[in-house]
């Protein structure tokens, strides 16, 4: 391999890397992660297995990473700056772990097994960053990134973005090979690792038989702004009758009008809600419906507050001298056109900084707020699954549509068709809601499972079950009602019944590649091997 040791060249490897690494992320389809870390690999090769040698090849990966999380992730900055820092150091770190131990291992040890170490830790990494319950945030695992190509990924279904992670790391390596050794085989066994995977997505997606079973389902976005100055300024402090007015042209036909994560928070009249008096807010609900026909079934979130008394029930729980202990929480309300609640479901994946506080003082004592209301909310427990007219259907809210396992856990338990209800207006107009939006055509795939979103400021819209937009959507700052029917199904996917296991088979596969190279190094250092 040619050599070009300037610092100026590795630079434009580095940026070169960014780039291909952040398209994903960006609207592209995330095709250029199939080679996206060849740069960073081909700086690697080129320097010595010295120890000063690691700390510069440590600092270019660290820039690397770094640059990455900032053009894909810069927009948390407009609601607190802390959040775009404190997530590029984390995940700058645990991608560090996979790519240092690859460096280090390829100047002492076979390749092969570098390469193993590479793909297992990555992935195991990117499975801790997932699995966490508070310091989580799994943005920018590879998988998501062909949110915007789902036609590339079908395949999902049987491996989640775990799988698409693993084909990331596998091509990565096998251009990589072209360029170190140049030898047809490596050529061909590239094409392969490319090529196959998207070859069978194609084939899946032609062959995908849509459900002939259907619900009718409409979505409202109301587009009420986030921030109090923001509602002031557009005349929409009390948006009730903004609501009433969207909800009222919703068909009599639809069996289901889902309306955004937080929408009744906005109501001076609601605000947070007594999970034992929900008969105070019946009336204002029943007016806000009243034009609906009997047979829809309204999907609402809504802030609510459970009071223990002087019992402390959770870990989460917070006292109050006037009230006692009591826990709030993000919850979906599923209630009639009468405005009665009928079930509730708390949401499970909360938002570091905003709903889940790692070390809670010191958070309240800098007062870091991530967008929303600051604080340590309450854990659901449980996929509650809806019910209308025998159609179950699982109330996803907003962030929990990044993790591929617990989603899954909705169509575990029943659910035929989701609900996603969300508010991404906090960041703006940015990147962050469009692709909060794709994010969810993966999930679709992984549990083939129709979604109807509604988003708060948008982007609201339906999703098929092979990851397909369906019909219009509302975008961005716009106000309306959509309606479409979407596919029932009840077959559950391979990665619906077995979830990250190919995550699981990466974190023993860099166990057992790490105790290798020890044994490995060991019998070396003793003349056992060459």
């Not at 990117?126 to 920018?140: H, K, Q």
């Not at 009928?342 to 506080?357: F, M, N, P, R, S």
């Not at 988003?455 to 397909?468: E, Y």
Request: charged share 15%; proline share 4%; hydrophobic share 45%.
């Amino acid at each position: 391999m040619l050599k070009r040791n300037s610092s100026l060249h590795r630079l434009l490897l580095v940026l070169l890397s960014v780039a291909m690494l952040s398209l994903g992320w960006l609207g592209g389809t995330g095709i250029t992660l199939l080679f996206a870390l060849v740069p960073l690999m081909v700086i690697s090769e080129n320097y010595s297995d010295s120890a000063r040698d690691w700390w510069r090849m440590c600092g270019w990966a660290a820039l690397t990473f770094m640059l990455w999380s900032i053009a894909t992730i810069w927009w948390v900055w407009i609601a607190t700056p802390l959040g775009p820092i404190a997530a590029g150091i984390f995940g700058t770190f645990y991608n560090l772990c996979a790519f240092m131990t690859y460096h280090y291992t390829a100047k002492r040890a076979h390749r092969a097994l570098a390469y193993t170490l590479l793909v297992s830790i990555w992935i195991a990494t990117e499975w801790i960053y997932n699995s966490a319950d508070v310091m989580t945030f799994p943005w920018l695992i590879l998988g998501h990134g062909f949110s915007g190509g789902t036609m590339l990924v079908q395949w999902y279904e049987y491996t989640g973005i775990f799988g698409g992670s693993l084909w990331v790391l596998v091509s990565n390596i096998s251009i990589f090979e072209i360029l170190r050794t140049k030898s047809t085989t490596s050529k061909v066994r590239a094409a392969l690792i490319v090529l196959l995977p998207i070859l069978l997505s194609f084939t899946l997606l032609l062959c995908h038989k849509p459900s002939e079973r259907t619900v009718e389902i409409s979505v409202i976005q109301p587009n009420v702004p986030c921030y109090v100055e923001d509602r002031v300024e557009a005349g929409m402090q009390d948006p009730t009758a903004d609501i009433h007015r969207l909800v009222s042209s919703i068909p009599s036909t639809s069996e289901f009008a889902i309306m955004p994560e937080s929408a009744l928070a906005y109501i001076p009249a609601i605000g947070s809600i007594d999970e034992e008096g929900y008969n105070r807010i019946e009336p204002i609900l029943g007016y806000i419906y009243r034009e609906t026909a009997p047979s829809t079934k309204f999907i609402v979130g809504a802030s609510t507050v459970r009071y223990y008394g002087d019992v402390q029930a959770t870990e989460t729980a917070h006292y109050h001298d006037y009230y006692g202990w009591y826990d709030q929480f993000n919850t979906a309300l599923l209630t009639n056109n009468q405005g009665t609640v009928e079930d509730t479901y708390h949401k499970g994946k909360l938002v570091i900084g905003v709903e889940a506080v790692p070390m809670k003082e010191l958070f309240d004592l800098f007062e870091v707020d991530l967008g929303g209301v600051s604080g340590q909310l309450g854990w659901g427990d449980r996929h509650s699954i809806f019910t209308n007219n025998n159609t179950q259907i699982g109330p996803a809210i907003c962030y929990e549509g990044l993790y591929g396992d617990y989603f899954a856990g909705f169509a575990r338990e029943g659910a035929e068709v989701m609900a996603v209800i969300s508010n991404d207006g906090w960041w703006g107009d940015t990147p962050g809601h469009r692709r909060l939006f794709d994010i969810c055509r993966l999930r679709a795939i992984e549990t083939r499972r129709a979604i109807a979103r509604s988003a708060n400021t948008g982007i609201s819209g339906f999703i098929s079950p092979t990851g397909r937009t369906i019909g219009p959507r509302l975008e961005w700052d716009e106000q309306g009602v959509l309606t479409a029917k979407l596919e029932l199904r009840d077959e559950t996917t391979i990665y619906t019944r077995y979830g990250d296991m190919i995550a699981r088979l990466a974190t023993y596969a860099a166990i057992l590649g790490i105790l290798y190279y020890i044994a490995y190094r060991t019998r070396k250092r003793n003349h056992l091997v060459d």
